[in-house]
């Protein structure tokens, strides 16, 4: 569900813009990926069902958690 901002969600190859207000279905073992496409910050709620995926993402050596209050910084 996206909470804030504006972006880009590829779900199976296929991309669309999604904004707030709109819900994202993602089936699963389905490739997808999340691009912010504006200055603000894009928030999601993401629901995993069942639940686990949540710690293989947070096992990625590239995972980053933010403290709460904190802005992400992107390194290009």
Same mark, same amino acid.
């Given at each position: 569900? @996206?909470?804030? +901002?504006? +972006?880009?969600?590829? @779900?199976? &190859? !296929?991309?669309?813009? @999604?904004?707030? +207000?709109?819900? #994202?279905? %993602?089936? *699963? &073992? %389905? !490739?997808? &990926? ?5 200055? !603000?910050?894009?928030?999601? =709620? $993401? @629901?995993? $069902?069942? /639940? +686990? /995926?949540?710690?293989?993402? $947070?096992?990625?050596? *590239?995972?980053? #958690? #933010?403290? /709460? &209050? !904190? =802005? /992400?910084?992107?390194?290009?």
């Amino acid at each position: 569900y @996206v909470v804030g +901002g504006e +972006g880009e969600q590829t @779900v199976a &190859g !296929e991309t669309r813009e @999604v904004s707030a +207000g709109e819900m #994202i279905f %993602v089936p *699963e &073992g %389905v !490739e997808h &990926g999340t691009v912010n496409t504006n200055w !603000e910050p894009l928030k999601l =709620l $993401a @629901v995993y $069902a069942p /639940p +686990g /995926p949540e710690q293989q993402l $947070a096992d990625l050596p *590239e995972c980053e #958690i #933010i403290p /709460p &209050g !904190e =802005l /992400p910084t992107r390194d290009d």
